[in-house]
Nanobody, 122 residues
Framework: VQLQASGGGLVQAGGSLRLSCAASGDFFNSYTMGWFRQAPGKEREFVSS????????YYADSVKGRFTISRDNGKNTVDLQMNSLKPEDTAVYYC????????????????WGQGTLVTVSS
C-alpha cells in the first residue's frame, strides 16, 4: 500500500482545511486508516482514525468536535476535514494504514506516506 497525503497549507486561526490521502492497493477497504501529526519540536501524535467499515471513527481529544474523518472505499481515499483551526494544530500531518481495527498507536500501523504541512497563523 502506498499513501500520498495532500491538502496542507497556510490558514488563519478559525479557518478550515481539508486533507486528503490517496492510497494504492487492492485491499484498501480492509484497512483502518489513520491520521497522525508532528508539530515542531514535539513527538508524533494520533489525530484520528476510521475503521474499514466506516462505522467507527476515533479522535484525539484535542481535535474532537473540530475535525471529521471520512473515507471513500471506491476511490481509495480518506479525508480529514479540519475546522476551527488553531495555531496549535500547526504540524506535518501523516496518513497511515493498518490491517485490523483502529489504533491510536503509530507503531501499530503498517504503512505511512509522506506528510503534508499545515500551518495555522494567529
Amino acid at each position: 500500500v502506498q499513501l500520498q497525503a495532500s491538502g496542507g497549507g497556510l490558514v488563519q486561526a478559525g479557518g478550515s482545511l481539508r486533507l486528503s490521502c490517496a492510497a494504492s492497493g487492492d485491499f484498501f477497504n480492509s484497512y483502518t486508516m489513520g491520521w497522525f501529526r508532528q508539530a515542531p519540536g514535539k513527538e508524533r501524535e494520533f489525530v484520528s482514525s476510521i475503521a474499514w467499515s466506516d462505522r467507527n471513527t476515533y479522535y484525539a481529544d484535542s481535535v474532537k468536535g473540530r475535525f471529521t474523518i471520512s473515507r471513500d472505499n471506491g476511490k481509495n481515499t480518506v479525508d480529514l476535514q479540519m475546522n476551527s483551526l488553531k495555531p496549535e494544530d500547526t504540524a506535518v500531518y501523516y496518513c497511515l494504514a493498518r490491517r485490523g481495527t483502529s489504533s491510536t498507536a503509530m507503531e501499530d500501523y503498517d504503512y505511512w506516506g509522506q506528510g503534508t504541512l499545515v500551518t495555522v497563523s494567529s
